[in-house]
Nanobody, 123 residues
């Protein structure tokens, strides 16, 4: 599986962005997918996760983004989205998507990683 993250950019506080994680492979629906982020000088941080087809339908969010971010997936398009609303300067980071076959969790034990997309929230 190859992952391609996109959709980052520069946005003012309170603005919105939608990140996309496009995957190759025919069985992407069987992969749990998560978003992580890494700010300058900080470690990688879990953001959100969505389960794979066949698992109990589930999404998860870090407390810092709950109520502002929404994760979703379109299995027909092999794409997972992260809708980010009410963005704050502390959301500034490189955002990575990650996938693992029949697995979803907040830990970073994923097998496949995208290249990252920069999100900068600043006035």
């Amino acid at each position: 599986v190859q992952l391609q993250a996109s959709g980052g950019g520069l946005v003012q506080p309170g603005g919105s962005l939608r990140l996309s994680c496009a995957a190759s492979g025919r069985t992407f629906s069987s992969y749990g997918v998560a978003w992580f982020r890494q700010a300058p000088g900080k470690g990688r941080e879990f953001v959100s996760v969505i389960s794979y087809r066949g698992a109990s339908s589930s999404t998860g969010y870090a407390d810092s983004v709950k109520g502002r971010f929404t994760i979703s997936r379109d299995n027909a398009e092999n794409t997972v989205y992260l809708q980010m609303n009410d963005l704050k300067p502390e959301d500034t980071a490189v955002y990575y998507c990650a996938a693992r076959y029949q697995y979803y969790a907040v830990s970073d034990s994923y097998d496949y990683w995208g290249q990252g997309t920069q999100v900068t929230v600043s006035s």
